[in-house]
Protein backbone atom coordinates (compact mmCIF):
# COMPACT_ATOMS: atom_id res chain seq x y z
CA UNK A 1 0.00 0.00 0.00
CA UNK A 2 1.45 3.17 -0.83
CA UNK A 3 1.67 6.27 1.56
CA UNK A 4 -0.89 7.83 0.20
CA UNK A 5 -3.98 5.06 0.62
CA UNK A 6 -2.33 4.58 3.68
CA UNK A 7 -2.81 8.05 5.31
CA UNK A 8 -6.22 8.04 3.91
CA UNK A 9 -7.18 4.13 5.19
CA UNK A 10 -5.08 5.55 8.58
CA UNK A 11 -7.52 8.26 8.67
CA UNK A 12 -10.54 6.73 8.36
CA UNK A 13 -9.94 3.79 10.91
CA UNK A 14 -9.38 6.47 12.87
CA UNK A 15 -12.30 7.99 12.57
CA UNK A 16 -14.68 4.99 11.83
CA UNK A 17 -13.05 3.06 15.32
CA UNK A 18 -13.06 6.24 17.79
CA UNK A 19 -15.93 7.42 16.58
CA UNK A 20 -15.61 11.05 18.44
CA UNK A 21 -16.66 14.39 16.98
CA UNK A 22 -13.91 16.87 16.90
CA UNK A 23 -11.21 14.74 19.01
CA UNK A 24 -8.42 15.94 16.79
CA UNK A 25 -5.78 14.43 19.03
CA UNK A 26 -7.47 11.32 18.02
CA UNK A 27 -7.51 12.12 15.25
CA UNK A 28 -3.83 12.89 14.75
CA UNK A 29 -2.43 9.93 16.41
CA UNK A 30 -3.85 7.42 14.40
CA UNK A 31 -2.44 9.70 11.27
CA UNK A 32 0.34 9.70 12.83
CA UNK A 33 1.01 5.99 14.28
CA UNK A 34 -0.24 5.10 10.59
CA UNK A 35 2.27 6.92 9.11
CA UNK A 36 5.23 5.73 11.45
CA UNK A 37 8.09 2.75 10.80
CA UNK A 38 7.74 -0.33 12.63
CA UNK A 39 8.46 -1.48 16.46
CA UNK A 40 8.67 2.43 17.06
CA UNK A 41 6.94 4.37 20.35
CA UNK A 42 4.89 7.02 18.45
CA UNK A 43 2.61 9.74 19.37
CA UNK A 44 0.60 12.65 18.24
CA UNK A 45 1.67 16.18 20.10
CA UNK A 46 -0.33 18.96 19.70
CA UNK A 47 1.51 22.16 18.90
CA UNK A 48 0.75 26.09 19.90
CA UNK A 49 0.67 28.03 16.70
CA UNK A 50 1.90 30.70 19.15
CA UNK A 51 4.82 29.17 20.54
CA UNK A 52 6.81 29.59 17.21
CA UNK A 53 8.96 25.66 17.85
CA UNK A 54 9.22 23.06 15.14
CA UNK A 55 8.28 20.15 15.54
CA UNK A 56 12.00 19.16 15.41
CA UNK A 57 12.08 21.25 18.13
CA UNK A 58 8.97 19.82 20.62
CA UNK A 59 9.88 16.06 19.26
CA UNK A 60 13.08 16.48 20.97
CA UNK A 61 11.55 18.00 24.06
CA UNK A 62 9.60 14.53 24.94
CA UNK A 63 11.04 13.72 27.70
CA UNK A 64 10.60 9.80 27.47
CA UNK A 65 7.63 8.29 24.83
CA UNK A 66 9.19 4.48 26.08
CA UNK A 67 7.29 2.80 28.64
CA UNK A 68 10.14 0.62 29.13
CA UNK A 69 11.88 3.37 29.99
CA UNK A 70 15.40 2.53 27.98
CA UNK A 71 17.75 4.94 28.10
CA UNK A 72 19.56 3.98 25.47
CA UNK A 73 16.80 4.65 22.93
CA UNK A 74 17.47 7.79 20.98
CA UNK A 75 15.07 10.76 21.65
CA UNK A 76 12.03 11.13 19.50
CA UNK A 77 12.12 12.52 16.46
CA UNK A 78 9.79 14.20 14.22
CA UNK A 79 8.48 12.33 10.96
CA UNK A 80 5.88 14.35 9.70
CA UNK A 81 3.47 17.08 10.81
CA UNK A 82 -0.11 17.88 10.38
CA UNK A 83 -2.79 20.13 10.45
CA UNK A 84 -6.21 18.98 11.70
CA UNK A 85 -8.36 21.67 10.07
CA UNK A 86 -11.38 22.57 13.03
CA UNK A 87 -14.13 23.37 10.25
CA UNK A 88 -16.17 19.86 9.75
CA UNK A 89 -18.85 18.78 7.49
CA UNK A 90 -21.79 16.91 7.86
CA UNK A 91 -20.82 13.49 9.60
CA UNK A 92 -21.63 9.99 7.82
CA UNK A 93 -23.16 11.83 5.09
CA UNK A 94 -22.50 9.91 1.55
CA UNK A 95 -20.49 11.77 -0.93
CA UNK A 96 -19.50 14.38 1.79
CA UNK A 97 -16.02 15.21 3.27
CA UNK A 98 -15.89 15.48 7.02
CA UNK A 99 -12.96 17.15 8.45
CA UNK A 100 -9.74 17.92 6.72
CA UNK A 101 -6.40 17.25 7.04
CA UNK A 102 -3.23 18.85 5.77
CA UNK A 103 -0.15 16.61 5.71
CA UNK A 104 2.70 18.65 5.37
CA UNK A 105 5.75 15.79 5.08
CA UNK A 106 9.13 15.50 7.00
CA UNK A 107 9.67 19.07 5.84
CA UNK A 108 6.67 19.77 7.87
CA UNK A 109 8.93 19.06 10.71
CA UNK A 110 11.10 22.28 10.30
CA UNK A 111 7.80 24.63 10.24
CA UNK A 112 7.88 27.28 12.82
CA UNK A 113 5.09 29.19 11.16
CA UNK A 114 1.70 28.78 12.33
CA UNK A 115 0.90 26.18 10.13
CA UNK A 116 0.70 22.74 11.43
CA UNK A 117 -1.06 21.71 14.89
CA UNK A 118 0.15 18.54 15.44
CA UNK A 119 3.85 16.94 15.03
CA UNK A 120 4.29 13.16 14.86
CA UNK A 121 7.01 11.89 17.18
CA UNK A 122 8.47 8.63 16.91
CA UNK A 123 11.57 7.07 19.05
Not at 44 to 65: F, G, K, L, Y
Request: aromatic share 8%; net charge positive.
Amino acid sequence: MNSKALFVFTLVLGVQVFGVFGDDHTIATSVCVGLAPERTYTAAIPRDCNNRQSCNEICRSVADMDVVNDASKPRPECIDALHIYADRGPKNTANTKWVNTWRYGSKGCRATHCGPNFCCCSQ
